[in-house]
Nanobody, 114 residues
Framework: QVRLVESGGGLVQPGGSLRLSCAASGISNRFYLMGWYRQAPGNQRDMVATITGGGVANYADSVKGRFTISRDNAKKSVYLQMNSLKPEDTAVYYC????????WGKGTLVTVSS
């Protein structure tokens, strides 16, 4: 059974940085898409960034130039480095793994506030 565990959320001031981590277990190959999604109160869950097994990344327009996604296939992990954070980045961030179907972590809260 695939399991995703996120870490790294918290409270940060506008302009600050955070790094999210997600570790996957229960999967035996690297040919899957991993990514980060976020959901703010009252909003739908939106894609933030995704990365293929070969390292090709895709970003939402709202985070381009500020966020960087990376992965370590040996550790079955994906990371999201978030810089120049804005209040509108406040949301619960979910790790996603897609291999035919979607698997989700439980989410980690990121709050950007002064």
């Amino acid at each position: 059974q695939v399991r995703l565990v996120e870490s790294g959320g918290g409270l940060v001031q506008p302009g600050g940085s955070l790094r999210l981590s997600c570790a996957a277990s229960g999967i035996s190959n690297r040919f899957y898409l991993m990514g980060w999604y976020r959901q703010a109160p009252g909003n739908q869950r939106d894609m933030v960034a995704t990365i293929t097994g070969g390292g090709v990344a895709n970003y939402a327009d709202s985070v381009k130039g500020r966020f960087t996604i990376s992965r370590d296939n040996a550790k079955k992990s994906v990371y999201l480095q978030m810089n120049s954070l804005k209040p509108e980045d406040t949301a619960v961030y979910y790790c996603n793994l897609r291999i035919g179907i979607d698997y989700w972590g439980k989410g980690t809260l990121v709050t950007v506030s002064s």
